[in-house]
């Protein structure tokens, strides 16, 4: 075989079966929150600040939540 022939090998990408889970997810917010509120995101005339506020007050919650988990394997439980 001449070495003037580059040699392209296909292989098929690798799915990343956590990304596709989270996109998934991602989708299906979608779908409720269309339904809630009857428009996309992108749609959604709610100022700056509001936005802002929603996402503050989302991770507000996040702590709490990873307050809690973090407090409950201190305790021993589920691992």
């Not at 979608?30 to 989302?58: D, F, M």
Request: proline content about 5%; hydrophobic content about 40%; glycine content about 6%.
């Amino acid at each position: 075989m001449s070495e003037d022939l580059d040699i392209v090998y296909f292989h098929p990408p690798q799915i990343d079966t956590v990304v596709e889970d989270v996109r998934a997810m991602l989708h299906a917010r979608s779908i409720v929150g269309i339904a809630k509120y009857g428009c996309t995101t992108a749609g959604n005339p709610l100022p700056l600040r509001e936005w802002l506020q929603h996402a503050l007050e989302e991770c507000l919650d996040q702590a709490v939540y990873l307050r809690r988990a973090i407090a409950e394997i201190e305790k021993g439980g589920n691992d």
